[in-house]
């Protein structure tokens, strides 16, 4: 076996976008990685399980010497990728010919290494054999996996992601708008793409209530946001609602279920539904 000669230190996607809220997710996250071997972060499409992982891995990266590693799955679309996958995500390559199992466990056997398992949902069975193997041969290792339902391996502890705080109806008082998760998302997303945007007495009512109707998940409210760009270019906001899709269309389908709205399969998103003129209309009311 061999790996590529640069220093081993973890590869970590740079974030390119502000990274909002969860203070107490993270600090409980992190308490269970250094409990647990395999910890799973659950929750519906687009909740910001994902995004949650990535933090918690950069906070804990001085913990682990040979590094943290993020192994992305969510593109895949069959089981027999996902050996190869975390192969390359770790920089190893092989031509002995012997299975990449097997690799992956003799060069993790002695290494104090945390890889971030990202996606898993669709891939279940094979990320439970693989994570089940390699906690059991390699005994520094640790995962961070996230996906829509749990990996159901021994000692998983599972964490359920849940969405961004919104202030209850009626609730907001002057001030505190940016106590609440969503709402600076929304700020946040919207003044990138509409530069003097702010959360004001004029505009925060609005903006709780369509944060609410959003349920508070990351995901359409980055959205809804987006859609200032529409506004300031004139584009008809129909068409960039047209174009939100489905947590679920962003990766292949296997197949399985149709997504439930409520349960852990998938999450309606608004937008796309009929309720979307709704929003259209309460994300336009708010930016103009
Ligand atoms: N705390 C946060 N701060 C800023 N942006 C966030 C936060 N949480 C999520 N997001 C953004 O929301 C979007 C959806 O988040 P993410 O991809 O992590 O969701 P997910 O639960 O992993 O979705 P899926 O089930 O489809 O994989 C991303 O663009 C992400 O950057
Ligand atoms: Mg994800």
Redesign the pocket.
Known sequence: MTSTLRQRSGRLPE?V??????RT?RADVRRLLEGSRLVT?T?????????????VARDVRRAFPDGVWLAEL?KLDDDSLVDSAVAAALELSDSSGRALIDVLVDYLADKRLLVVL??C?HLLPACARLTSRLLSEAPELRVLA???DRLAIGAEQVWL?PP?SVPEPDSLTSGTARQY?AM??FE??ASSVLPGFRLGPENEAAVARLCRQLDG???A??LAAGLAEGVVGGTDPGSVVGSVRH??E??PNRGGAAPDAAGSG??ELRPVSGAGADVVGQVLGVLR
């Open positions: 974030a976008t502000s990274f909002v809220g969860r997710a972060l929750g519906v499409g687009g909740v910001g399980k994902t995004r949650l992982a990535l933090q969510a990202d996606n949902e996230t996906s829509r992601v961004l998760e600076t998302l946040d997303r998940l990351p995901l409210i980055e947590p679920d962003r990766r998938g999450v």
